[in-house]
T-cell receptor, first 114, second 112 residues
Framework: GAGVSQSPSNKVTEKGKDVELRCDPISGHTALYWYRQSLGQGLEFLIY????????KSGLPSDRFSAERTGGSVSTLTIQRTQQEDSAVYLC????????????FGNGTRLTVT | QKEVEQNSGPLSVPEGAIASLNCTYSDRGSQSFFWYRQYSGKSPELIMF????GDKEDGRFTAQLNKASQYVSLLIRDSQPSDSATYLCAVQNTGTASKLTFGTGTRLQVTL
């Protein structure tokens, strides 16, 4: 596709349930990033992929959060046993190479944990 | 000290004026600098990037970088109401990591 695609656009889940968020990056982009943005807050880095490997996962807030990327393309962010503080917009971005290369963001997934 | 600092604003400028947005960063090894615009409820969109000291112009936008002072700015000439948004500064130290570290943004209001 022409841009970064994320699904679902909105997700409402009950506390304690698991959720999966999907990101399809721009074709040919080797680097993929996950950020999250809470209401009125800045962007919080979660994890960075180069190809299928994740050299930087320092931003994952707890072991309830995990992510994978397959085929150097699609990535899935999984949150287990969701908590209310997980409510945020989860943004995926991709870049051509990951270094000296701008990030292009998807439209995000708005996660609400009730 | 935050890694990337921006004045949260709001910065209010009249239509047609120059808006000046400023950003300072703490990591002296930062090499790449980006400005993003974010409308309320939308995702960030890239405006400009700059890697070298000095000025870089693109249409109504000029990015200015001073690595010695650890300072990067964005000038918007002939400001329009459609420029009203939050502007995010982001920096990257490609020597140690590939993540972009974002400031919390400056809200710009262009008034009629």
């Amino acid at each position: 596709g022409a841009g970064v695609s994320q699904s679902p656009s909105n997700k409402v889940t009950e506390k304690g349930k698991d959720v999966e968020l999907r990101c399809d990056p721009i074709s040919g982009h080797t680097a993929l990033y996950w950020y999250r943005q809470s209401l009125g807050q800045g962007l919080e880095f979660l994890i960075y992929f180069q190809g299928n490997s994740a050299p930087d996962k320092s931003g994952l807030p707890s072991d309830r959060f995990s992510a994978e990327r397959t085929g150097g393309s699609v990535s899935t962010l999984t949150i287990q046993r969701t908590q209310q503080e997980d409510s945020a917009v989860y943004l995926c971005a991709s870049s051509f190479s990951g270094r000296n290369s701008p990030l292009h963001f998807g439209n995000g997934t708005r996660l609400t944990v009730t | 000290q935050k890694e990337v600092e921006q004045n949260s604003g709001p910065l209010s400028v009249p239509e047609g004026a120059i808006a000046s947005l400023n950003c300072t960063y703490s990591d002296r090894g930062s090499q790449s600098f980006f400005w993003y615009r974010q409308y309320s409820g939308k995702s960030p969109e890239l405006i400009m990037f700059i890697y070298s000291n000095g000025d870089k112009e693109d249409g109504r936008f000029t990015a200015q970088l001073n690595k010695a002072s650890q300072y990067v700015s964005l000038l918007i000439r002939d400001s329009q109401p459609s420029d009203s948004a939050t502007y995010l500064c982001a920096v990257q130290n490609t020597g140690t990591a590939s993540k972009l570290t974002f400031g919390t943004g400056t809200r710009l209001q262009v008034t009629l």
